[in-house]
């Protein structure tokens, strides 16, 4: 008996986001320059319930504002895995990827508890 196809979560987003656009004819519109631009907007966006905050901590954050951040999110990752499917990028490989660049930059034995930049710690631990 032949397994059905494993399906990542990235990957049925990807398909529900392009049966959005195709249905809509938006595919023109949907440049990588066109998206990046989108994401970044959207990205502003998500900040917006967060402006004024004392901290922005969830204990600050009412009913109203959850759900808009919660849209905002998912405006932001739509956005991102449309881009990405327009690149070719896997999403996940990619992280994958970064995440190991970013072990060898911030080694957690040298920099639990501190949230500088690699380069401030760099210099400092050599």
Do not use: C
């Not at 932001?76 to 970064?98: G, H, I, N």
């Amino acid at each position: 008996m032949n397994k059905p196809e494993s399906r990542s979560d990235l990957t049925e987003l990807r398909d529900l986001v392009r049966e959005f656009v195709n249905e809509r004819d938006w595919d023109k519109f949907h440049t990588p320059k066109n998206l990046a631009t989108a994401l970044s907007v959207e990205a502003s966006e998500l900040l917006e319930p967060f402006q004024w905050l004392v901290s922005g901590g969830k204990n600050e954050i009412d009913e109203t504002k959850l759900t808009a951040i919660r849209h905002e999110m998912a405006d932001v990752l739509v956005y991102l895995v449309r881009l990405a499917d327009k690149m070719e990028v896997d999403l996940f490989q990619a992280v994958l990827e970064k995440m190991a660049l970013n072990r060898a930059k911030y080694p957690a034995d040298q920099v639990r508890g501190d949230s500088r930049k690699y380069s401030e710690y760099k210099d400092k631990n050599q």
